[in-house]
């Protein structure tokens, strides 16, 4: 059976490998991406793709409710994948409003799209909106806590968690005051192909490559679980095909390694798999510089739901998700080198420069 799926965010990092991963997986279904293109999207993530009779980006906000009716209406949709947000803690740190207004106003009005679609037709059971989120939601752990679970209590610090928060909180509204078929995914840091230069794994190899400081935030021992990008798309697969509406499932990697150790990894990585570096060894580069504002301390994912009921586990370990990312942005700079652009040289002094110590 053929479905339709519209997948918002879907030139951004994530959205555009999961696409990848459906088109490959399920050419008989229909794929539309809906994508405003803000400074972290990318329609050439998509190229190969544009070609294809089931394939079909579109240009545009999620917040605009006519273009959303228009497209549900128009390919008949029965599936929202929803990737579509500002994700970077350190501009929401700079300018929560856009968080609120793309990852808040923009679900809701998703939701809203959806449920009067939904009421208007009849649909078969695989009729879902899969919201993509994050671990940040539950806030920071001390270093002996257990991992969050599906009931671990929300207590978001950045605005970026608190948006993503406040965008759950919709979803779950959804289903238990209009039974909307909703899932709420809630995933550790990623990284893979196709991440903007601005995230800490792809900054760092493309830093190194360039001779330039590697900045660590405050001591380095914040702590973050690493789940490789096509990981989290095989949990997605899962979970749309074998999830159940109403519920949550946390998405993790089992890789739990502190900034500093991570970054260190990159550096012997790249002094391996990089043939032209201006300075050698590249941890030479590694400077400390003022922490990040309210750095939640440490995340860490209890995955054991997604593993027993859906049957999901990572395939990647860490060690080999960074050396496929490494060579990855090695052989691709023809694809980073344009998204260095003066907005995102501002972006980047405003954020290190500022903070700097
Ligand atoms: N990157 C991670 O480590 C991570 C971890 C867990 C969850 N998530 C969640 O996964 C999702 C995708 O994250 P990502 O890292 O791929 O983000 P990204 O920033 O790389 O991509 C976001 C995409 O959304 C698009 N977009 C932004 N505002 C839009 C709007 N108003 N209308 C339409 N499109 C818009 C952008 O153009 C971009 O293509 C997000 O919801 C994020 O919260 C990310």
Not at 5 to 27: D, E, K, M, R
Not at 44 to 58: I, Q, W
Not at 175 to 181: C, E, V
Request: glycine share 6%; hydrophobic share 35%.
């Amino acid at each position: 059976m053929s479905r339709r799926l519209l997948i918002t965010g879907g030139a951004g990092f994530i959205g555009s490998n999961f696409v990848h991963h459906w088109c490959q997986n399920y050419p008989q279904d229909r794929v539309v991406v809906l994508d405003a293109l803000t400074y972290a999207g990318n329609r050439n993530n998509l190229a190969t793709l544009e070609d294809k009779e089931n394939f079909r980006f579109v240009q545009g906000d999620i917040c605009e409710r006519p273009l959303v009716d228009e497209l549900l209406a128009e390919v008949n949709i029965d599936i929202i994948a929803h990737f579509a947000a500002e994700s970077h803690v350190d501009r929401s740190i700079l300018g929560p409003s856009a968080f609120v207004q793309t990852n808040v106003i923009g679900t809701l009005n998703l939701l809203e799209a959806f449920r009067s679609h939904w009421k208007n037709n009849s649909y078969p059971d695989d009729y879902r909106f899969l919201h993509v989120s994050t671990d940040e939601v539950y806030g920071s752990l001390e270093p002996q806590d257990p991992g969050f679970s599906e009931t671990t209590p929300y207590a978001p610090n950045s605005p970026y968690s608190a948006s993503k928060a406040g965008s759950d909180h919709l979803v779950r509204a959804y289903f238990h005051t209009y039974s909307l078929p909703t899932i709420i995914t809630n995933c550790s840091n990623n990284y893979g192909p196709y991440q903007f230069p601005e995230k800490l794994i792809p900054l760092m190899c493309i830093n190194t490559l360039m001779g330039k400081q590697l900045p660590v935030y405050g001591d380095g021992k914040n702590v973050r679980d690493w789940l490789y990008v096509g990981d989290h798309c095989t949990a997605l697969d899962a979970v749309l095909n074998r999830g159940i509406a109403g519920e949550t499932y946390n998405i993790g990697g089992n890789n739990e390694v502190e900034n500093i150790s991570l970054v260190k990894m990159l550096c012997e990585l790249m002094d391996e798999l990089a043939t032209d570096l201006p300075v050698r060894p590249s941890s030479e580069l590694i400077t400390y510089v003022k922490d990040r504002l309210g750095h939640d301390r440490r995340y860490a994912i209890n995955s054991t739901k997604i593993q027993n009921q859906l049957g999901w586990s990572p395939s990647v370990t860490v060690e080999q998700g960074l050396r496929l990312t490494v060579a990855w942005y090695l052989s691709h700079q023809d694809w980073w080198q344009p998204l260095l652009s003066p907005e995102y040289q501002a972006y980047y002094s405003q954020v290190y420069t500022q903070s700097a110590s």
